[in-house]
Every structure is written in structure tokens, then in C-alpha cells.
């Protein structure tokens, strides 16, 4: 099949999708946000069978830009709690290990795998997936040797790399993997250093489950890919999350099948780890700013397939809570 010119593209969503797209200008637009990323992937909503009723060019534009809003405010948010809290827990693992040798932790401190019974499921698990973590630094070692000067510096010494500059290796999914093979006592001072509340978190997961729900989002963000309906996800988010959440700011609902829900968990975090309210709250309108553009550019129909009807409700429960 003969690949389609720009102007054939236009053609086929005015004339088989029924979205009217004309002249240089929109074309420049098209070509800018792509049509492929763009159309294709901004064409629905959740799911491909949930096909978003565009008419015309400008309310494609309009989600498009809304997408690109939302990413931009996140992401100064996400990598300031992937950096907050990796250092916290650099300085629960110093404290507890009194070493900042990889090994030495490793041996000490990651081998949550002993609290199950030898041989039994869980145990076989949280082996494999401390091996994993260990094979992950390692590699990500070998990695980086000729392009981090941290790493070659401590390399060319002959010494090994400590953990915070291990830490920077990390991406934030191998990061909550690193902290789910954390015996139960680290964990737990982990999370009451963090700000959660001990008689929440007995188990001390809660930092674990949370840097799992981030890291979808980040990933999306970083990569520059569709976020706005939440289909980065890569599995349910663990419900702990949600009841934690909502027992203290009384906000309902919280399923993480709407951005807004992400807006949530990152004003909650932040507001764990004492940020300024100020700047919590500027987040927060700056997206509420954000779904107001939308819902001046687009019709109802798509603007409700977008944002949710409970979502004013919930940031204004989130902000009289803060």
C-alpha cells in the first residue's frame, strides 16, 4: 500500500471520518502534532473503541494541546517526588545498613525474602526478584561506566559505586523494586519518614505502591506519550492507595481511571512530605486552568468524555482539605 502525502491524509479525515480540516495552517498543525501521533492517537478516548466524535480539526487540536498542557505540569511534580523520595529512602537505608556499599545492603538489609517460609511461594519470589534487582544495578553499572563520570570515577579508584550514586541509575519501576525487597523494618521506618501513617501502612508497602502508580505516569510523560485518558496504565492500582487517600481528605472515587485521580495522589504526596501549600495548590489550578481551555474549545459531548462530571467535586473536597 502506497503511504498517503499530507494532503491525502487530510482528505481521508475529512471525507471517512467526517472531521473537517482545511487549508495551510491546519496543515502545518497536522504536521506538527503528526498524524499518527496526533490523530491516531488522540482520535479516542480510554479505549480504541471509545472513538472521540471530532467535526472539525480545531477540537482535535484543542485535546491534543490539552494533552501536551497536563504533561508539562506534571512533570516538574513527578521528577521532584521520584528525587524527594529516593533521598528519603537513601537516608533510612545509611541510617539502618550503617554502609553505603551496595553489597553490604544487599546482604544486610534487601531480604524481605526471609520473612516467608523457605521454599514456600513468596519466598521463591522475593528471591527472584531481589536476584533481579541486583543484576538490574549491576547492569545498569556496566551500562553507564563510559557515559556517567560518577561511575567511572569510583571505577577508575578501584571502589564500589555507593548506593546514593547507584540511586541515580535507578528508573523509578526499578526503584519500588528495590524498595519492595526491603525488610518489613526498613520499610516501615521508611514510611513513617515519609509521612504515612503507621497504623495505615503496617506492612509498610504504601512508598512501594505509590512509586508503582507513578511510574506509569512518568514513563508516559518523559516518553511524550497520551496521558489525558489514563491508558498508560499498565495494571490496576492497588486500592490501598485509594482508601488511604480518601479516609484522610474525604475525597470519593478514586479509581485512576481519570487523570484528575493523578492530580490527587501527587497533591497528597506532596502534602505528605510538607511541601508548600502554595505550590501544591498552584498545581492543582493550573490543571483545573487547563480543563477550563478544554471546555471552552471543545463541544459537551467530547468535553464529558474527557473530564469527568465529579471532577470539579473532587478537587474542590482536595483543596478544602489542604
Not at 497536522?30 to 480539526?57: A, D, E, Q, T
Not at 545509611?94 to 554502609?99: N, V
Not at 560518577?150 to 555507593?162: A, L, R, S
Not at 484528575?260 to 501544591?280: A, E, G, P, Q, R
Request: charged fraction near 25%.
Amino acid at each position: 500500500m502506497k503511504p498517503k502525502s499530507i494532503n491525502s491524509l487530510m482528505a481521508y479525515m475529512r471525507d471517512k471520518k467526517g472531521i473537517r480540516i482545511n487549508g495551510s495552517i491546519q496543515k502545518k498543525k497536522l504536521r506538527y502534532m503528526g498524524y499518527f501521533h496526533g490523530y491516531k492517537g488522540y482520535r479516542y478516548c480510554n479505549s480504541p473503541n471509545s472513538l472521540i466524535p471530532y467535526s472539525n480539526f480545531n477540537e482535535l487540536q484543542a485535546v491534543y494541546d490539552f494533552d501536551m498542557k497536563i504533561k508539562a505540569i506534571f512533570y516538574p511534580q513527578i521528577m521532584f517526588l521520584e528525587t524527594t523520595l529516593k533521598n528519603y529512602a537513601l537516608e533510612i537505608i545509611l541510617e539502618e545498613s550503617g554502609s553505603s556499599r551496595f553489597a553490604y545492603i544487599y546482604q544486610t538489609i534487601l531480604n524481605d525474602y526471609k520473612s516467608s517460609p523457605v521454599r514456600s511461594k513468596s519466598y521463591t519470589n522475593a528471591v527472584s526478584k531481589r536476584m533481579s534487582v541486583r543484576n538490574k544495578i549491576y547492569s545498569n553499572i556496566s551500562r553507564d561506566y563510559e557515559k556517567s563520570n560518577i561511575i567511572t570515577h569510583y571505577y577508575d579508584k578501584d571502589q564500589p559505586v555507593p548506593i546514593w550514586a547507584i540511586f541515580e541509575l535507578l528508573s523509578l519501576g526499578e526503584f519500588g523494586n528495590f524498595i519492595s525487597c526491603l525488610n518489613l523494618n526498613v520499610r516501615k521506618k521508611l514510611s513513617e519518614s515519609v509521612g504515612i501513617k503507621s497504623s495505615i501502612d503496617p506492612d509498610g508497602r504504601m512508598v512501594e505502591k505509590i512509586v508503582f502508580t507513578l511510574k506509569d505516569l512518568r514513563n508516559a510523560v518523559a516518553h511524550n506519550n497520551t496521558v489525558f485518558d489514563t491508558r498508560f496504565k499498565t495494571g490496576s492500582v492497588n486500592n490501598r492507595i485509594s482508601n488511604y487517600i480518601t479516609s484522610e481528605t474525604a475525597v470519593k472515587n478514586i479509581e485512576f481511571n481519570s487523570i484528575v485521580d493523578y492530580v490527587i495522589l501527587i497533591s497528597f504526596v506532596m502534602n505528605l512530605l510538607k511541601c508548600n501549600k502554595t505550590d501544591i495548590l498552584n498545581f492543582i489550578h493550573q490543571f483545573e486552568n487547563g480543563c477550563e481551555a478544554l471546555r471552552k474549545a471543545v463541544p459537551t459531548n467530547i468535553y464529558s468524555k474527557i473530564i469527568y462530571t465529579d471532577t470539579k467535586r473532587k478537587l474542590s473536597t482536595l483543596i478544602n482539605f489542604l
